[in-house]
């Protein structure tokens, strides 16, 4: 069976953005199977690169802004060195590419991500989220379903 | 002081450091640098929005002054506690503190070094900024940006499996720490320690081979005399969990020695400035600015007569080799930093197979028995201290807090003074120049607190502007 990992990220304490943290809290709690990994983080972080080479499919959740709040978007993430100088934090596509050129390997990678609307300080979610989030957990376990069955993933 | 028919160089905000800071430049009329200063444009508060809470939360609150070095203020804040509970901390306890605090130096050390400086060591002062990060180095040197994701992997790792999270763990408690160490994470944490060692030795193998070509900024960047303080045990040995201060002056002489860090206030003075939020501390026996001192891992080196670990000894042997006197250059910091992080893995390593590491009795339980405590250790950037005064029902009426970035604060600006005359010339800034200036702070590693979450870019921004306030250059650099 296909390893997976799942990388939720975000700020709890920023509102919206702290969705895909969320959204990893409750799997990291409920999940018992052994190919499913499941890591909250607040960002994505070089540190991360290790995992991510260990795992078949990496599926990152996010809350993104600019388009109409509670949208729920899935697409592949390609490797991409991004240029930054700041290097607290990476894009998925910049993590990936850490993984490929340091350690190896390439995994294939979803973007699973919820429009935001509300990213001012704060513990809830802004009500288009709100009523979206069953959604985007729904989405979610099909996603690691589908990668669990093998790597062909239909976003 | 500067004024308004000077020229001005604002750079705005300085990039690849913990926090938000811009600097301006002062020319003369001649088109030389006159002045320099390092603005700290954070305000947080910490010290204030406390009062009034249980003493008993403050580890956990004051951990939340920085994401990257949590673990020090969980722990000198614990270490205030302590005093507050009048206890003695169960030996297991004391250990687990001390791998706990050890693992953090290794992360945020190796975070400085490979994440942040190395781009500027490996791929030059000049390179093109755009270039200058991780993705750079792995391009130029793969194994080294390999090397740095596992050594800060290590430490992360570590904090972790101790205290339950990577960041803001609140296992260290008033009294000791929430839980003992099991023999799993032991395991866990033993079988990484040759890999980590591994790491520490060869890195600073490279940076010894590559340090000559760096002579002009060894020359130019915070080296100047200034005293140099950090805490050191009974024997003069390097020690970041606690001891007495040591104070040694530029000339490597010791003129201070087993201070009581509760006593801070007899002999550090805190001046504030009205164009900085960042306080600065002094040697009070010398005045204000004649005490200007320096903190963080190369005054460790400067006032520590060994390691206390066979490998780090060798290397402290030979640093001290680099200079009759105190070794006096702020680029050294660097070279100091890798030995630092050879001798937190050589005693973890010590510690983890210590026989009572795995005991049960991890905790000492009181009620607050006094009503001011001081704890202190030494954070990766240097002697970290707070204070606490409280009430008859243990709520906070007081706190003080002297950070490492604030002990360095007037080291900094010197320094930017100094590498800013050598390498900053005419009206026009180039890139090179801008990041000598930006590499000089980066040296010293301050952490502005980056626990505030940030949302966009973090671009670097120099103005130039002449004697009317006409603005005469713009130089943005992309965050």
Known sequence: MARILVLGYGNPMRSDD?????????????????????????????ELAPTVSRADVVIFVDCEQGGTP?????????????????????????????SSELFGACPRAWLLSMQGQEYSAGDSFSPAVAAHICDLRARLQRLIQEGQGSTSVAC | ???????????????????????????????????????????????KFCEGRPFSEMPALMARICGICPVSHLMASAKACDALLAVRIPPTADKLRRIFGLAQVVQSHALSFFYLSSPDLLLGMDADPASSNIFGVYEKKPEVARDGIRLRQFGQQIIERLGGKRIHPAWVVPGGVSEPLTELNRDAILSAIPEALAIAERTLEWFK??????????????????????????????????????????????????????EYQE????????????????????????????????ARMNVADRCGTPRADQELAEFHELQRTAVLSSFHYHHARLIEILYCVERMEQLLTDPEILSKHVRAVAGPNREE????????????????????????RWANMIIATGHNNMAMNRGILQVAKHFVR??????????????????????????????????????????????????????
């Open chain 2, 373 to 396: 405590g001081v704890g202190c250790c030494e954070a990766p950037r240097g002697t970290l201290m707070h204070h606490y005064k409280i009430d008859e029902q243990g709520l906070i």
């Open chain 2, 209 to 262: 081979g590559i340090t000559e070509g760096f002579r002009e900024e060894i020359a130019s960047f915070g080296n100047f005399p200034t005293l140099f303080m950090g805490i050191v045990k009974k024997d003069g040995g390097l020690t970041f969990y606690d001891g007495g201060i040591r104070i040694v002056n530029s000339a490597g002489d010791v003129i201070a020695n087993g201070l009581d860090p509760a």
């Open chain 1, 18 to 46: 702290g969705l895909g943290w969320q959204i990893a809290v409750e799997l990291f709690r409920t999940n018992h199977s052994p190919d499913v990994e499941v890591l909250p983080c607040h960002q994505l972080t070089p």
């Open chain 2, 267 to 298: 002999y550090i003075g805190e001046k504030n400035e009205t164009w900085t939020y960042l306080k600065s501390p002094y040697y009070m026996p010398k005045g204000y600015p004649d005490g200007i001192y320096r903190v963080g891992p190369l």
């Open chain 2, 426 to 479: 005419g009206e026009r800034l180039t890139p090179g120049m801008l990041n000598r200036v930006e590499a000089l702070i980066r040296a010293y590693d301050p952490c502005l607190s980056c626990s505030t979450h940030a949302f966009g870019e973090m671009p670097l921004v120099a103005e130039l502007y002449n004697s009317s306030g006409e603005l005469l250059d713009h130089a943005r650099k992309p965050g």
């Open chain 1, 70 to 98: 509670g949208e729920i978007c899935c697409r592949e993430v390609r490797c991409e060195a991004t240029p930054l100088s700041f290097t607290h934090h990476l894009t998925p596509g910049a993590l990936m590419a850490l």
């Open chain 2, 1 to 47: 002081m500067p004024d308004a028919a000077h020229k001005t160089i604002l750079i705005d905000p300085v990039t690849r450091i913990e926090g938000h800071a811009k600097i301006t430049l002062h020319l003369d009329d001649h088109g030389r640098v006159e002045d320099a200063r390092f603005h700290v444009t954070q305000f947080r508060g910490f010290e």
